[in-house]
């Protein structure tokens, strides 16, 4: 099956500064990317995701980025919040298929 | 809009007891999803159903079972719980399983096998 790797598992940044979480997947045939924002106490829920025919995707402060060749794919947070503080996850999967999870990063943003 | 209703939200269970963890989905979604999450490990397939009447095994199935009966329940069954279960249960839905889309996560169920 799938294995997907997610670095890193821990991650301060300060306040206003800029976020990058990295992931990587085995199987070629992936074609769907969401990342899911974990809050304390709480399900995950999707913030962004990005298919595989598209290279990059933009949302306000937050953007993915898509390396099908190296298979790999990158969450952006720009001007970092407070609020941005919690566990982040990647995941990919086969259209229809199940997804598979990365071990998730804890971001904290320090005011 | 509750979406995805989990109980109990917690629980505390001696070995050997049988639990069942509930899921209710309101969203009329075909395909439901239990994972369990726990620390280092990210989220794990436990066992899914593309749609009412239907099941299939996730990545780590053993010592679970699950059913569907309806298209809203999907409840989770430790027939014989051990210390090794004790995690974090969420249940998932989307619309369709056939096709790519947004999970909906419920806020979770947290085990204690004692």
């Known amino acids: 099956g799938e294995n997907v790797e997610q670095h890193p598992s821990t991650l301060s940044v300060q306040e206003g500064d800029s976020a990058v979480i990295k992931c990587t997947y085995s199987?070629?045939?992936?074609?769907?990317f969401p990342w899911y924002k974990q809050e304390l106490g709480k399900g995950p829920q999707l913030i962004i995701d990005i298919r595989s025919n598209v290279g990059e995707k933009k949302d306000q402060r937050i953007a993915v980025t898509l390396n099908k060749t190296a298979k790999h794919f990158s969450l952006h947070i720009t001007e970092t919040q407070p609020e941005d503080s919690a566990v982040y996850f990647c995941a990919a999967s086969i259209t229809g298929n199940q997804f598979y999870f990365g071990t998730g990063t804890s971001l904290t943003v320090i005011p | 809009i509750a979406g995805i209703t989990q109980a109990p939200t917690s629980q505390i269970l001696a070995a050997g007891r049988r639990m069942t963890l509930r899921c209710t989905q309101d969203m009329r979604h075909n395909a439901m999803y239990w994972y369990r999450q726990d620390l280092g490990l990210g989220l794990r397939l436990i066992h899914y159903?593309?749609?009412?009447?239907?099941?299939g095994k996730g990545e780590v199935p053993d010592g679970y079972s699950v059913s569907r009966a309806n298209t809203d329940d999907f409840p989770l069954t430790l027939a014989s719980a051990v210390p090794s279960q004790t995690s974090v249960y969420f249940c998932?839905?989307?619309?369709?399983?056939?096709?790519?889309?947004?999970?909906?996560f419920g806020e979770g169920s947290r085990l204690t096998v004692l």
């Open positions: 159903s593309n749609t009412a009447g239907t099941t």
């Open positions: 199987d070629s045939a992936s074609n769907y």
């Open positions: 998932a839905s989307r619309r369709e399983a056939a096709n790519t889309g947004e999970l909906f």
